[in-house]
């Protein structure tokens, strides 16, 4: 086979691998800004791309999992978009943190009130979520996603480890490690010792500086004191001086 063969062969394999490709990158994700660590609070951002060339996205339904409860959850504003936050009562009443909750958030829906995401285009939606589970490692939400000629694509398949991802796999959110502090009570303690640290280093300063000025004026004092005994003196030694020439 000559060289241009080749090469032609080269760019027609390379172009099917990314036409084969594309659709993997084309789906519903859910990202934290910084870290989402077991036991604390996060902001995540669920990004929803538009993959049709001749409809808008006009609403998103994504759905928290039950089984890991969240107490909290907070949308922020969006705009061109209605939000709507649905919570429901847990099939069985749990404990997070020493609190006791029998209902928490199912269901949380954007529905546009304008455009939409148009082709070609995609939108963040973020919410703060907490306090997250400390015994997963992590998170699965089933998506919905209405596009305005009335398609619905349903982001509901759980990956698996060690499987190819599935068609339209379903947001999933990676927990990292617990991290000190994270109620905030390591973090006081290591504040205080921090701030106990720098007074004294402030206390040690101000009495190795103090020190000094309390000598100086103490050698200032007796040098005064010198020198007026020495002035007192040669007065007492010009006036006798005086006399004896006199005399004389």
Same mark, same amino acid.
Do not use: C
């Given at each position: 086979?000559k060289?241009?063969h ?5 760019? =027609? ?6 036409v084969?490709?594309?659709?993997a ?5 859910v990202n ?11 902001t995540?951002?669920?990004?929803v791309p538009?993959?049709?060339? !001749?409809a %808008?996205t006009?609403?998103?339904?994504? !759905?928290? @999992?039950t089984?890991?409860?969240?107490a ?7 705009d061109?978009?209605?939000i709507e ?6 099939a069985? @009443?749990?404990?997070l ?8 958030? %199912? ?13 070609g285009?995609?939108?963040?939606? @973020?919410l ?10 992590e =998170?699965?939400?089933?998506a =919905?996603?209405?596009y ?16 190819e991802?599935p068609e339209a796999?379903?947001p999933?959110?990676?927990l990292s490690a617990?991290e ?10 290591t504040? %205080?010792?921090d ?8 206390n040690?300063s101000?009495?190795?500086?103090s020190? @000094? ?7 200032a ?6 020198g007026?005994?020495v ?5 007492a ?6 006399r004896?020439? %006199?005399?004389?």
């Amino acid at each position: 086979m000559k060289a241009p063969h080749i090469a032609a062969a080269g760019v =027609l394999a390379a172009s099917a691998v990314l036409v084969l490709s594309a659709p993997a990158f084309a789906h519903v994700t859910v990202n934290p800004e910084g870290t989402a660590a077991k036991g604390g609070y996060a902001t995540v951002n669920f990004k929803v791309p538009n993959e049709r060339d !001749n409809a %808008s996205t006009t609403k998103l339904e994504v !759905n928290f @999992p039950t089984e890991h409860p969240l107490a909290s959850v907070m949308p922020a504003p969006v705009d061109g978009w209605k939000i709507e936050v649905t919570k429901s009562k847990l099939a069985k @009443p749990v404990e997070l943190h020493g609190e006791k909750i029998d209902e928490a958030v %199912s269901k949380v829906t954007w529905t546009a009130d304008g455009k939409g995401i148009e082709p070609g285009y995609f939108q963040k939606f @973020p919410l703060s979520i907490g306090a997250l589970p400390e015994n997963t490692d992590e =998170l699965v939400f089933k998506a =919905l996603q209405t596009y305005s000629n009335k398609d619905v694509v349903r982001w509901i398949e759980v990956p698996q480890e060690g499987q190819e991802e599935p068609e339209a796999p379903a947001p999933v959110l990676a927990l990292s490690a617990a991290e000190d502090g994270h109620h905030g009570s390591a973090a006081s303690d290591t504040e %205080s010792d921090d701030a106990a640290d720098a007074q004294a280093a402030a206390n040690e300063s101000t009495e190795q500086a103090s020190s @000094p000025s309390d000598t100086s004026d103490t050698t200032a004092r007796v040098l005064g004191i010198v020198g007026i005994v020495v002035g007192v003196a040669g007065v007492a030694y010009g006036v006798l001086a005086g006399r004896r020439r %006199s005399e004389a």
